[in-house]
């Protein structure tokens, strides 16, 4: 088990520059199989879900360019589907990451046949699938799971009408990655519109694909019979860029962050702003200042544009600072405050009732030994860890590798304390 060791109580100061966005490389990636040539993909993050996800693809017969979907490595990769084949992918591989199941559209459209292990990823809560089923189901697969594998099939997709009876990211992605190459149009409704899914049409339609409406609740895709591989720029991670500027706040601190789309970080600057903190945007940089402590505010995660899920945990911490009393509601997951027990070994005073957190203010945090119990657990915790007075050991820190890049040295970059042990 990897660790990270803070000793916190410092404010950050300085720059930081956000990679591109988890959530967005792991949609694009699969897509790239959808094409008959290679497509070149920029800005990829160098996470592990990222590195997980070129084995995946290498293990399906494609070619990933060089080592270069691996941690450490930035920039540009060449993903060649010409050799894919339609092979089983090992648990193993699937259980390390959410978004294998996007093979399962990827794999209908180009194969008529998929089998992919039910996923892994976040231990959030119940993570259900059936949207993404009914979807397929939808456009013509006959879809089963027999041992803990999903196998669908078709001999053709046809475009037609699906309402997602929840709003699902993943759901959506994984219809427009089918419809893309089915007979006719497919309409979604109620479909996610996050930045990301419209950085997957963009992609998609760059390719020669016909996707229209990405970023409101009505897709519609007309199929088309092949796409050609181009080249695609990830965006900007907004999680990431909220997590530090989360950070800059929690420490009094007075950080910039580069390479942001501002407009999706708008609901996370709102509650900022409530909380205290000065927030300035130039361009595709936000700047986060924090003198004083911070006051308490409410939160309430939604879909997009609300208040992301994916920030709520770092930002229990900055309300645990705060004076007053916070009320924090998860509406998405089921289990999303694990990480609460771990920041009561630090001092916080917070109560959990069903999907809402009751925050007291306390006014100091001390360091502990604590573990990291998910991906955005962990980055909970490291930004206690930069608050706190003293030193922090974080274990388990692997999962947070998943979806931040070079996280030692970024936080060094901003004047942080900071070392990692194996
Ligand atoms: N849901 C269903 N049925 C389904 C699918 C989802 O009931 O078939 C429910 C879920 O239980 C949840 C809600 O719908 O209550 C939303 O789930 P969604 O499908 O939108 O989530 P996801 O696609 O599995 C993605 C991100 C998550 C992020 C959520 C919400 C990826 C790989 N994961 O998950 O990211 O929290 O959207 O924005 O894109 C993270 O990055 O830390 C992370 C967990």
């Known amino acids: 088990m990897a660790k990270l060791i803070i000793q916190g109580g410092t404010p950050l100061r300085g720059l930081v520059r956000a990679g591109g966005r988890k959530n967005s490389a792991v949609a694009v990636l699969p897509a790239a199989l959808l094409c008959d040539s290679p497509s070149v993909l920029e800005s990829l993050p160098a996470i592990d879900d990222v590195a997980v996800y070129g084995d995946i693809l290498q293990h399906l017969g494609c070619k990933v360019s060089a080592s270069s979907v691996a941690p450490g490595c930035n920039g540009a990769v060449t993903i060649d589907p010409g050799g894919l084949q339609p092979a089983e992918i090992p648990y193993e591989l699937t259980k390390r990451l959410r978004a294998s199941y996007y093979l399962l559209g990827v794999m209908l459209a180009r194969h008529g046949a998929a089998q992919v292990p039910l996923p892994g990823g976040c231990d959030i809560g119940l993570r259900p699938i059936d949207q993404h ?89 007309r199929g088309v019979n092949r796409l050609n591989g181009c080249v695609h720029a990830i965006i900007p991670d907004e999680i ?46 936000l700047r986060v200042r924090m003198s004083g402590r911070p006051r308490a505010v409410n939160v309430k995660t939604l879909p997009y544009p609300g208040f992301p899920t994916d920030a709520q945990q770092p930002m229990t911490v900055l309300l645990s600072l705060a004076e007053g009393t916070s009320i924090v509601t998860e509406s998405i997951w089921e289990s999303r405050f694990k990480h609460v027990d771990e920041l009561k070994r630090m001092g916080t005073n917070i109560r959990v009732e069903g999907h809402t957190a009751i925050i007291e203010g306390v006014d100091r945090l001390t360091g502990a030994p604590v573990t990291a119990s998910d991906l955005r657990a962990g980055a909970a915790l490291m930004v206690a860890a930069l608050a706190a007075h003293g030193e922090t050991v974080i274990s388990g820190i692997e999962l947070v590798d998943r979806g931040y890049e070079s996280v030692t040295s970024k936080l060094k970059g901003m004047g942080a304390n900071v070392r990692r042990e194996q």
């Not at 594998?149 to 759901?171: E, K, P, Q, W």
């Not at 601190?253 to 996370?268: A, E, S």
């Open 133 to 221: 089923l009914k979807g397929l189901r939808a456009l013509g697969a006959e879809v089963n799971i027999e041992h803990g594998v999903v196998n669908a099939r078709a001999a053709c997709l046809t475009g037609t009408s699906i309402y997602l009876d929840v709003v699902s990211v993943g759901a959506t992605i994984n219809i427009m990655l089918a419809a893309t190459l089915a007979q006719g149009t497919t309409v979604i409704e109620n479909a996610a519109r996050e930045p990301h899914i419209v950085d997957l049409a963009n992609y998609l339609n760059a390719a020669g694909a016909r996707v229209q409406g990405a970023g409101t609740d009505v897709i519609r895709i």
């Open 240 to 285: 990431e860029a909220a997590t530090y500027m989360i950070a800059a706040a929690s420490t009094g601190g007075d950080v910039q962050v580069n390479n942001v789309i501002p407009k999706h970080l708008d609901p996370v600057i709102a509650k900022l702003q409530e909380a205290g903190a000065e927030v300035t945007e130039e361009g595709d940089r």
